[in-house]
């Protein structure tokens, strides 16, 4: 089988190529590199010992899509490629609604001239926004709070209608909740450059001595010990999650990517902790707006249709991370 994968070099998309170069897929890359990078999809390929085609393409140039898709005749394609800084969307907007809702549209586009007809895309669980009372299920009520999540509510509601108008499409939302961990090789992770907005990246800048202190957001929540609980879940098993996606029925599909479980800002040091045998300086600081008390999801709707189910639990989450902070000091930065 062979898949087009959007976004192949980015955190996520890197390990989704090797792993499905990993189980025998073909695969096709196409990003724009301006997150991502080239080296990433080398490392996957490596492990995986096999090729992966790339392509310089950004999502939103549609007939050169067209021509990717012409030749490599894809099957399915799973849609990473996006921005995803809920700051940066609140400054910039625009860019957000052009790379993530215009994207979308476009690859839909090319896919539909193309007859291809199995679209996974990346969504997240900040569509739930602050309404509802978690663990959320799919049903729950939407309501995006910033234009990164409107933006990814958008191209949920695209996806909606298109398998309607078209019934022979498969469309298939994944809900991420907080993705975290590596390649247990140590050779494909995250890596952001400056300054990271996300809590896992930050507290292995701070390990490696790029930054000083990790600052935890608030300590008057309504939870144990008063910081924010997000369910966080190991990038392997979100990547499962893709894979098992591939055999869904046809029509539309809406899934969270969860553990079911939820974690401290506290609980997440302390575990970070222990895996580096580190002390790990923090702050405790106001709390960062738009911030979430809670965050965890229902996940039992994956494991009855896809036989999903997260694995992998916080340390070993954990482990992972502080594996490829050492193998990978400097991320892809010298490649
Ligand atoms: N936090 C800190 N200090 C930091 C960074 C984060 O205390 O330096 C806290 C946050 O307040 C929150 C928790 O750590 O309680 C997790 O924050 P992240 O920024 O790691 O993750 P978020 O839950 O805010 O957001 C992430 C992704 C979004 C996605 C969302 C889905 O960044 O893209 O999960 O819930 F939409």
């Given at each position: 089988?062979?898949?087009?994968?959007?976004?192949?070099?980015?955190?996520?998309?890197?390990?989704?190529?090797?792993?499905l170069l990993d189980l025998g897929y073909d695969v096709c890359v196409v990003d724009n590199l301006s997150s991502g990078h080239?080296?990433?999809?080398?490392?996957?390929?490596?492990?995986?010992?096999?090729?992966?085609?790339?392509?310089?393409?950004?999502?939103?140039?549609?007939?050169?899509?067209?021509?990717?898709?012409?030749?490599?005749?894809?099957?399915?394609?799973?849609?990473?490629?996006?921005?995803?800084?809920?700051?940066?969307?609140?400054?910039?907007?625009?860019?957000?609604?052009?790379?993530?809702?215009?994207?979308?549209?476009?690859?839909?586009?090319?896919?539909?001239?193309?007859?291809?007809?199995?679209?996974?895309?990346?969504?997240?669980?900040?569509?739930?926004?602050?309404?509802?009372?978690?663990?959320?299920?799919?049903?729950?009520?939407?309501?995006?709070?910033?234009?990164?999540?409107?933006?990814?509510?958008?191209?949920?509601?695209?996806?909606?209608?298109?398998?309607?108008?078209?019934?022979?499409?498969?469309?298939?939302?994944?809900?991420?909740?907080?993705?975290?961990?590596?390649?247990?090789?140590?050779?494909?992770?995250?890596?952001?450059?400056?300054?990271?907005?996300?809590?896992?990246?930050?507290?292995?800048?701070?390990?490696?001595?790029?930054?000083?202190?990790?600052?935890?957001?608030?300590?008057?929540?309504?939870?144990?010990?008063?910081?924010?609980?997000?369910?966080?879940?190991?990038?392997?098993?979100?990547?499962?999650?893709?894979?098992?996606?591939?055999?869904?029925?046809?029509?539309?599909?809406?899934?969270?990517?969860?553990?079911?479980?939820?974690?401290?800002?506290?609980?997440?040091?302390?575990?970070?902790?222990?895996?580096?045998?580190?002390?790990?300086?923090?702050?405790?600081?106001?709390?960062?707006?738009?911030?979430?008390?809670?965050?965890?999801?229902?996940?039992?709707?994956?494991?009855?249709?896809?036989?999903?189910?997260?694995?992998?639990?916080?340390?070993?989450?954990?482990?992972?991370?502080?594996?490829?902070?050492?193998?990978?000091?400097?991320?892809?930065?010298?490649?």
């Amino acid at each position: 089988m062979r898949i087009l994968v959007t976004g192949g070099a980015g955190f996520i998309g890197a390990l989704a190529v090797w792993r499905l170069l990993d189980l025998g897929y073909d695969v096709c890359v196409v990003d724009n590199l301006s997150s991502g990078h080239r080296s990433a999809l080398d490392r996957a390929s490596r492990l995986a010992g096999r090729p992966v085609e790339f392509h310089l393409c950004d999502v939103r140039q549609t007939s050169q899509l067209i021509s990717i898709m012409q030749s490599f005749r894809p099957e399915a394609v799973m849609h990473f490629a996006g921005l995803k800084s809920v700051a940066e969307s609140v400054a910039c907007p625009e860019l957000y609604y052009e790379n993530n809702v215009q994207g979308s549209l476009s690859l839909v586009q090319a896919m539909l001239q193309c007859q291809i007809d199995r679209l996974i895309f990346s969504s997240s669980a900040t569509v739930y926004g602050a309404n509802g009372v978690p663990p959320f299920g799919e049903d729950a009520e939407l309501g995006p709070v910033n234009p990164y999540g409107r933006s990814k509510w958008m191209v949920e509601l695209l996806m909606r209608d298109i398998c309607s108008a078209h019934p022979e499409f498969s469309g298939i939302i994944l809900r991420y909740f907080n993705p975290v961990g590596a390649h247990p090789s140590g050779l494909l992770g995250e890596w952001v450059q400056g300054s990271p907005n996300n809590l896992v990246p930050y507290v292995m800048g701070v390990l490696q001595g790029r930054f000083d202190r990790v600052r935890v957001f608030g300590s008057d929540y309504p939870t144990s010990d008063g910081s924010g609980v997000r369910d966080y879940i190991h990038v392997l098993d979100l990547v499962e999650g893709h894979v098992a996606a591939l055999n869904l029925p046809k029509g539309l599909s809406v899934f969270n990517l969860g553990t079911g479980r939820g974690y401290s800002v506290h609980e997440v040091i302390q575990a970070m902790q222990s895996v580096s045998g580190r002390i790990i300086p923090f702050d405790v600081v106001d709390r960062r707006p738009g911030d979430v008390a809670v965050s965890i999801a229902d996940p039992c709707r994956a494991h009855q249709a896809m036989a999903w189910k997260a694995e992998r639990g916080l340390i070993e989450m954990c482990q992972d991370v502080w594996n490829f902070a050492q193998c990978s000091p400097k991320g892809y930065e010298l490649e």
